[in-house]
């Protein structure tokens, strides 16, 4: 049997990391894949648990050996999931990508659970990202930039959960990830 797969996609600074930490903690035995990167680790970030950060020349040799599930381009770095990453004994594999890869995934695997994080606003995520204070000027300019195509794509995808208020959104996510994971 696959292990069932969930998909959490939309822009960058939405909350996709806070609401899965919190659906962690109310559905445990979810492994999330931990993504490659050629981004450089922020401050606190650790190899292996937060990001695999890796040269742009080793993650060139790892796409060309077929080791990746999906990877793209986000805001001038690469990032890709691991085919490692889904083999596991687990209950459920969760994947936090962007739209470009949730777009790949959706082709390979038509019964991972796909959902699409947005924010109530593009003010409002451009709000986030600046409070967050993790990214240069730069970095928030592209990601904005990068924000503007994601959200064109939310039509794409069946569930949508607007991200205005973080309990509210949290109990959709789960009440999705319910449907798939058994308990
Ligand atoms: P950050 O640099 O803020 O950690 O991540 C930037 C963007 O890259 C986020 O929207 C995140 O969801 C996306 N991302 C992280 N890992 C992957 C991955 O393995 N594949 C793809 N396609 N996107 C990823």
Sequence with gaps: MVTPLVVITGPSG???GTLIKGLLERVPCIHVAVSA????PRPGEVDGRDYYFLS???FERRVRAGEFVEHAVYAG???GTLRSELE???????LEIDVQGARQIRA???DALLVFIAPPSLDELERRLRRRGA?????IAKRLAAAREELAARDEFAHVIVNDDAERALAELERLVGKIVAR
């Design 14 to 16: 939405v909350g996709k």
């Design 37 to 40: 990167t050629t981004r450089p």
């Design 56 to 58: 742009p020349e080793e």
């Design 77 to 79: 770095n690469r990032y």
């Design 88 to 94: 596991r004994p687990v209950r459920a594999v969760l």
């Design 108 to 110: 390979q695997r038509p």
């Design 135 to 139: 990214d240069s000027e730069e970095q």
